[in-house]
């Protein structure tokens, strides 16, 4: 059974004021690199790719970070996109829960031994349990839970939502 936390109306929303805030903190950039994490991290991506090119001038670069969210540390982490042309950008990563952090964490290390402009991150739902020192610039949804409760966000399908079980 779950509990819905926010409508796919919502959620929508949400994403577009992180659009909006992106763009207000980015406005005299040329452009940005959204780096969504596989699954509704990249799903998220592209939907503020869309909102960005609605009310912006930004060239906005879409690329995926693949890793294994359970085991992080076992495996590298990939892009889809040669990491040459990262240099001297503003990265942001994008990823649907912000939990402990630990995921956020791999993932933003191989962006370490490039010479960025800036790299900031963007999440749908802070749940603050942070076991590592992540913060994220833009959050859709702040929501105090138990460790025991599962937030779920789908942003594909007839379901769109942020859901809690």
Request: no cysteine.
């Amino acid at each position: 059974m779950h509990k819905t936390i926010l409508s796919s109306d919502q959620t929508l929303q949400k994403i577009k004021r992180i659009a909006f805030e992106i763009y207000e903190k980015n406005f005299e950039e040329e452009s940005v690199v959204l780096a969504g994490i596989k699954g509704e991290g990249y799903e998220m991506a592209r939907l503020l790719e869309v909102f960005l090119k609605e009310i912006s001038q930004l060239k906005v670069h879409l690329m995926q970070i693949d890793l294994n969210k359970d085991h992080p540390h076992t495996s590298p982490v990939q892009f889809d996109l040669d990491k040459q042309l990262l240099s001297r950008k503003v990265i942001i990563v994008v990823d649907d829960v912000l939990n402990t952090g630990r995921t956020l964490a791999y993932s933003l290390s191989p962006f370490l031994g490039v010479s960025l402009k800036r790299l900031q991150v963007a999440v749908m739902v802070n749940r603050a349990h942070h076991s590592f020192p992540i913060f994220a610039d833009y959050v859709g949804y702040a929501l105090s839970t138990t460790l025991n409760e599962h937030i779920q966000v789908k942003l594909t399908g007839d379901e769109i939502g942020v859901y809690l079980s």
